[in-house]
């Protein structure tokens, strides 16, 4: 499963490279081309259970990009040991602040972003293979930076939470509380680091 992970995330590396060379307005040096499109993958979701790749576009002129992300849950270290199989699906469009640098894909940024989670998982309360099925709308805040094709993609944010719950919580993208005491399955929190490449 993890030489299919590694094999998948090349081919669409190697796809979307591929396709890049429209994509970027001319500069005189590598490091100030503005490049539009980039490809990413979630820092650490690995250790989380799950392989998380990104796909974003710049929109030149309006400050804007859309991004989509699609991860393969069971792609990674199982730490609640139940065994999940599934995917997350989600999509986030950036609002970056007018006033940074003249790079497309780089700056302070206002994203809401709807996500869709869908596993299947062993529930330790049961003992039965359990659906976990959940949709949430976040808002999130962040920055991200460009250095020549290298870039990296920082945020935290919430948002609202409808669906069916895991019974750790976790949903593969987003967490319900579940902190001092108290549980709310329709408040969720989102947080992580992307890295990845400019094309």
Not at 109 to 129: A, D, K, V
Not at 172 to 180: Q, T
């Amino acid at each position: 499963m993890k030489r299919a992970t590694i094999s998948l995330f090349c081919i669409i590396v190697f796809s979307l490279s591929a396709l890049a060379g429209p994509a970027q307005v001319g500069r005189s040096t590598h490091e100030s081309q503005d490049y539009l499109n980039s490809v990413k993958i979630t820092f650490l979701s690995w250790l989380s259970g799950s392989t998380k790749v990104s796909y974003e576009r710049a929109l030149p002129g309006l400050n804007q990009s859309g991004e989509l992300c699609a991860s393969l849950i069971s792609a990674g270290y199982d730490k609640y040991n139940n065994d999940p199989m599934g995917f997350t699906v989600r999509y986030g469009h950036k609002f970056f602040t007018p006033d940074r640098d003249d790079k497309s894909l780089m700056g302070f940024y206002l994203r809401p972003e709807l996500m869709y989670s869908h596993y299947y998982y062993n529930c330790q309360t049961s003992g039965q293979r359990e659906l976990a099925n959940m949709g949430a709308l976040l808002g999130t805040v962040g920055y991200q930076y460009v250095y020549g094709r290298f870039l990296a993609d920082f945020w935290v944010g919430g948002g609202y939470a409808v669906g069916n719950p895991a019974e750790t919580n976790y949903h593969h993208g987003f967490e319900l509380w579940h902190w001092f005491g108290k549980e709310n399955k329709n408040l969720a929190m989102s947080f992580s680091i992307r890295l990845g490449l400019c094309f």
